[in-house]
């Protein structure tokens, strides 16, 4: 049984590289969470105004 908390890392430490990856990765999502959020807010306001996107 491991004695880390996190069932993701086990009991190896993670190297700089699958911190840096894990980093990128994470951030990536991040952005991508927020784009999604982004768009639809932006959506809905559209829709609520009456008025469609582009125009």
Do not use: C, Y
């Not at 990536?28 to 959506?43: K, S």
């Amino acid at each position: 049984m491991s004695a880390d908390s996190n069932p993701a890392t086990g009991s190896m430490a993670m190297t700089p590289e699958q911190r840096r990856r894990n980093k990128i990765a994470g951030l990536i999502l991040l952005v991508f969470v927020i784009a999604v959020f982004a768009w639809t807010v932006f959506r809905g306001s559209a829709l609520l105004t009456g008025k469609a996107i582009g125009g």
